[in-house]
């Protein structure tokens, strides 16, 4: 698997995305989700890569990672999209590629962008239509971020402590960050290009 378009710089974020082949589902089931969680906090912790958000949707993924080593990011990418690969034809029996050859990698250099960044991979369930809030949809980082429910796949970014003197107060900053969101999906604003 191959890191597409931007090298990896250790301590700066990484907006990562990957797709299921030809846009096809790469999940099937509650149990295919947490199978994936559960080897994207092992093997982020093998190759010292830090998850600051994500969502699982059916046929991609967006992760916000931050490598602490050159080729985290890459070897991470590599491990989990193989073991997950292996668990969907050995649970489902099916065969063929299951993710595109390679997945999109995005400098986030800015830290201001970080929180940006994060928004927007938490809005994806709402966008799509599939939740009116991003706290509705279960497998997504936002639970975390915004509610504080436990998650020990997650670390905090620098911008996002910077929000609040305790974890209520970075809460209640973070939640604010989606106060232009309407229930269903209709946003207030057009996403800025720094958000794509």
Known sequence: MLLSVCPEIPGHPLHVI???????ACFFSSEDRLAYLGWLG???GHTGCAVHAYVLMGNHVHLLLTPSRKGGVASLMRL????????VVETWQREGALWEEGFDATPVHINRYVLACMRYI?????RARMAAWPAQYRWSSHRYNALGEA??????HAAYAVLGRGAAARQAAYRELFKSVRPGGARRRLVSQSER
């Open 18 to 24: 990957q797709r299921g082949r030809l846009h096809a």
């Open 80 to 87: 989990l999209g193989a073991r997950y690969a292996r668990h």
């Open 122 to 126: 938490e809005l994806n369930p709402v």
């Open 42 to 44: 092992d093997y982020a």
């Open 151 to 156: 998650n020990t796949l997650l670390t905090p």
